[in-house]
Structure formats: C-alpha cells, structure tokens
C-alpha cells in the first residue's frame, strides 16, 4: 500500500511512470499503489494537464511537408502545419467522431506552436488575440503550462449568453491560468439587437481599452465557421434559419471574426454582421492572424477565408489539407 506522507505529487508522478514508462495497465497501478483505478486514471489525466508529462507529434510527414509547401506559396503564408492523418476507417467513423479528432489534432499543434512563441518572447511584452468556437478550445485544453506572467490573453470577439464549452471566457482564462498572464474580455455579447445598441457598446470605455490592447497583439488565434444549419453559430443559436437563407442568397460560404466571405474571399456586407461585436481586421494589421481549420466540412469556408489574403499561417489536419487541394 502507498504511504500516506507521500504528497498528490508524488503519486501522480508514479502512476504516470508506470504507464507511460513501465507500459502498466490502470488496474496494474491501482494495485501497485493501493488505489482505485478511477484515481489512477485521473492522476494519469492530471499528469499530462499539468505538464508532468508532454506528448510530442511530429506531424511533418515528408508527404504532408509537400502539401503544407504547396498550400504556404498559394497563399503567401508564413507557415502552413498539416497535422497527421486519422488512422480511422471512414466508413466506420462518423463524422462528427472524425472532426473531434481532427478539433485535436490541430489543437495540439496549435498550442505547441503558441507554447514556443511564448518561450521564445519571454523578454518582451506579449499580447495574444483568441477568438472562440471548438477549436480554438481544443487549443486551450491542449496547452501545456508554460510561466509567461507577462503575457496579456484577450478575446476578439463578443461573448456567448449561453452555455457553451467554447466560450471565449474559458478560453482566454484556461490559457491564461497556464502561463500566470492576464486575461481580457470584451464584455458584451457576441451579436447586439440592433446596429444602434452595437455602437453603443463599441464606444464604451472598457471596450475601447480592449481594442487598444488587441491591436498590439503579436499573434492573433481564430478558426473558421461553415455557412450551414450544423455550424457552431447555427447550433447555439446565433443564424436562424431566416439568416443562412439571407446569407446564402449573398453567396457566403464561410465566417471568421463575425465576418463573412463568399467563394472568392470577398467579403459579405449583411445585417447580421453589422450587429457582430468583434475586434475588427483593420486593427490587426500588424498581427499574425494564425487560422485554424479542423473537419473536411470547412473546406470550402477555409478555402474562401485564405483567399480574402488577411490570414498569415494555417493549421490544419490532413484530411481537409487534402481536400483543400483540389480547390487549388
């Protein structure tokens, strides 16, 4: 039986060497350390969130590094990652099982792109954008801690009223509470009632000091909407079916930043997006705005938002780059 001295830390650090290491099963462990096989699996959890233990992909395949050069130079972007292709047989994965594990797969590469960036900026001030939806949050979740406590994390985007796991609160906080930076909100919600009541939100104090302090952000992370009834604003209720039949007829294809864009990168000036509370481009332009594309059912709004020329470097996974080839 374990000690009863022995700290959380210890116990953790031994579950996970004896399963990542030693190959032991979870019941093997609970055994060896006189626990239940629930708190072995969660002290296996616990050691990969705090970074106790670190997986690293090497996801640039000599095949995909190909692909990720074509795609760069099409584009002029600064870096284009593919992340390695899913294992699963398609015809027995669903969909929705093969966009979560291509959400993580691009999360992972993500956040181990933004860990280096922080390292690497430690003796300068570094602001980060994050916009919100499910990628985004498989970033956060993916992040390994990292001391940066001179780091400022600060939504782009309005916030969600409902309940959901990617609201831009967890996010900039759970990445935030890795590194020890500061988080900022804009505190209003992501689409107003009306043009009018977005103006008024625009002008008020704290959300002008936000502005201010996203147009100094080094890197900006946002991800990529589909113009459909399965797309995350669909879901939560953000497009009714009204709107998709509005924006259809505009010929939009795909959304980022509260934004819109048809087939060819142009942007579509609706009603809707005049109400959308969000960091505009124009006050980006001089940060690296890193887009994140997971599931083959962004392809095409991928494809629209690259060729709208405002996106610096691209993570995406395997399945999707492929596809997003053919539209080359």
Request: hydrophobic share 45%; charged share 25%.
């Amino acid at each position: 039986m374990i000690e009863r001295d022995q700290s959380d830390g210890d116990i953790m650090v031994r579950a996970a060497w004896l399963y990542y290491v030693a190959e032991k099963t979870q019941n093997e462990i609970a055994s060896i350390l006189g626990v239940s096989r629930v708190k072995v699996a969660r002290l296996i959890s616990d050691a990969r969130t705090s970074g106790i233990v670190t997986i690293d992909i090497d996801h640039r395949l000599s095949a995909l590094s190909q692909l990720e050069e074509r795609i760069r130079t099409k584009f002029d972007l600064k870096f284009c990652y593919i992340t390695p292709p899913s294992d699963d047989d398609e015809s027995a994965a669903t969909s929705e099982a093969q966009e979560a594990v291509a959400r993580r797969g691009v999360g992972m590469v993500a956040a181990k792109f933004l860990r280096s960036m922080l390292v690497q900026d430690q003796a300068k001030e570094t602001v980060i954008g994050l916009a919100w939806g499910r990628t985004i949050s498989a970033m956060a979740d993916a992040f390994l801690p990292v001391h940066t406590p001179d780091v400022q994390f600060v939504s782009l985007l309005g916030s969600l009223t409902r309940s959901a796991s990617a609201n831009p609160f967890d996010v900039v906080q759970k990445i935030a509470s890795k590194t020890g930076g500061q988080a900022k909100y804009l505190p209003v919600p992501f689409i107003a009632d009306s043009e009018e009541d977005r103006e008024v939100f625009i002008q008020q104090r704290v959300v002008q000091d936000i502005i201010r302090t996203a147009m100094r952000a080094q890197a900006c992370f946002i991800s990529v909407g589909e113009c459909d009834s399965s797309s995350f604003l669909s879901r939560y209720g953000y497009l009714s079916k009204d709107d998709l039949k509005v924006l259809h007829k505009l010929g939009a294809v795909g959304d980022t930043l509260g934004l819109f864009f048809d087939k060819s990168g142009n942007y579509i000036d609706s009603q809707i997006c005049r109400r959308t509370l969000a960091i505009n481009l124009s006050a980006l332009s001089q940060s690296d705005i890193i887009l994140l594309s997971a599931g083959t059912s962004k392809v095409k709004a991928t494809h629209a938002i690259l060729k709208a020329a405002f996106i610096n470097g691209l993570v995406i996974d395997a399945d999707s780059a492929r596809q997003l080839e053919r539209l080359l």
